[in-house]
């Protein structure tokens, strides 16, 4: 009978630690619904991604790189999901954070002790003990370990998402940056040439002895002071794209196909309608840093939780056994033990969760000021960039083309000279850099509100095309 009903226990036993063993892998539904989109659009094409052969490939005209072709920011932000090394960085953080999960949820493996004993006089069978030992604490605290296990996850996904965040800022930012060195290039260029032929005309009159050495050298002196300006936006274009290509894990010969100009500054923009408070709101909704600290929080009242269950539990062992006597008798047998908590009660522990809790209680405070001020300057600076660039688009570039179309009439009926001419297409183009520069800021500024506001990613992410 002891016989039959050992053998049912062991049966027993068997199965159900076969069924705890037996706990799959976290999938990527787990991830928040940002990081989930991106997963997934990746995973769902293995194709997609562009290879080093392919990305260098030139194109048909222009010798452009196959697959790098961003009129928009929001491209560049697509393809570096789906390309960047940086990318693969921050999901291999994922999968890592899963297997957390995976590793919360396990059992502690069982002990398993087996002992022969010689039997007396050397006669009979050896007596034989085996036994299985399994931990308590371990089974009793799973569902508070996996709670808290959780609460690691979520934190270390919006910690992934600021920086995937900040990273996609700065891919928008290093766009901007390159299309607007373009921009300033171009004029200077136009700078420079009309330099240029202010001192060729100059040497002209010159030579024919109507203008004095001291006006020739304010011409020459003036095409100098171009020609170092052109070099400089040409070193500044030639740096804006390398930014580009670094962030995006590009080669020096992989040249992304970009812009000439910024987009213009838009006619009717509902977030410069936005106030501080409607900003802050989005924030605290949707921006990772101010989620990943509330979320820390509470990832914290979870330790606390588990550390309390541990301690109350006081961690102890199951133990079952069979003994095999030298007549071959079978007798099982059970046992247990106990961890007196008469020393290490928790206290410590709790008491550093308690001095951390308070830490990011600080730190959300600190973030939300620097959230409300941070998105209050970029408002004001959107607001003034805003009225600037319309200022110099509808009036004072129009004013200086109209000047320079009377001045070319009156040139043509010869009551005007060359050098006025050419001084008013002078203004012309600085007329021009105040507008790129103006547009530039505009453009920086709204960069930095959805960066703040935590919707850049949630836009990248939207359509599952990461291409």
């Given amino acids: 009978m002891i016989n039959s009903q ?56 222009d010798g452009a790189n196959v697959g790098l072709e961003w009129p928009d920011p929001r491209q560049a932000q697509r393809w570096a999901i789906a390309n960047a090394p940086r990318v693969s960085h921050m999901i291999a953080e994922l999968q890592s954070s899963q297997a957390e999960i995976w590793n919360a949820s396990m059992l502690e493996n069982p002990g398993f002790e087996l002992s022969f004993l010689e039997p007396e006089a050397g006669s009979g069978r050896w007596q034989l003990e ?113 930014e580009l290509q670094s962030l995006l894990g590009l080669m020096p010969d992989e040249l992304p196909v970009l812009p000439d100009s910024l987009p213009k500054v838009p006619e009717s923009d509902k977030q410069s309608l936005m106030d501080v408070g409607q900003a802050m709101n989005l924030a605290e909704q949707f921006q990772p ?9 509470n990832q914290q009242l979870a330790a606390e939780r588990l550390i309390k269950r541990q301690v109350g539990l006081l961690d102890g062992a199951v133990k079952v056994g069979v003994e095999r006597e030298t007549n071959s008798e079978r007798r099982l047998a059970l046992g247990g033990s106990i961890e007196l908590p008469l020393f290490d009660r928790g206290h410590a522990h709790l008491a550093d969760i308690k001095a951390q809790r308070s830490s990011l209680q600080a730190q959300i405070e600190q973030a939300r000021t620097e959230t409300r001020h941070t998105i209050s300057q970029a408002l004001m600076s959107k607001r003034s960039a805003t009225e600037l660039a319309r200022q110099v688009d509808a009036e004072d570039l129009p004013r200086h083309q109209r000047m320079l179309e009377l001045a070319l009439q009156e040139y043509n009926f010869m009551l005007r000279d060359t050098f006025s001419l050419l001084t008013l297409r002078e203004q012309v183009f600085d007329a021009q850099l105040e507008y790129v520069a103006h547009t530039l800021a505009y453009w920086k500024a709204e960069s930095l509100l959805l960066k703040l506001t935590g919707i850049d990613t949630d836009d990248v992410a939207e359509t599952g095309d990461f291409q």
């Fill in 289 to 297: 840093r101010m989620r990943l600290l509330d979320e820390a929080l």
């Fill in 130 to 242: 085996a036994g299985l030992e399994l931990g308590l604490a371990d089974w009793l605290t799973r569902s508070v370990r996996l709670d808290r296990a959780r609460a690691v996850h979520l934190v270390n996904q919006l910690d992934v998402l600021d920086d995937l965040t900040e990273y996609l800022h700065q891919i928008r930012q290093a766009w901007l940056n390159a299309v607007a060195s373009r921009q300033q290039m171009a004029v200077h260029d136009g700078l420079y040439q009309t330099a240029f032929a202010m001192l060729e005309f100059a040497q002209q009159v010159q030579a024919a002895g109507n203008l004095n050495e001291l006006d020739f050298l304010v011409y020459e002196t003036e095409h100098a002071r171009q020609q170092r300006a052109l070099q400089a936006a040409r070193l500044e274009a030639d740096i804006a794209i390398s």
């Fill in 6 to 61: 050992s053998r049912g226990y062991a049966l027993l036993l068997i199965l159900f630690l076969a069924g705890c063993s037996s706990l799959e892998p976290p999938s990527d539904a787990a991830l928040m619904p940002p990081l989930a989109a991106i997963v997934a659009g990746i995973n769902a094409d293995p194709e997609f991604i562009v290879s080093s052969e392919q990305a260098t490939e030139p194109a048909s005209n």
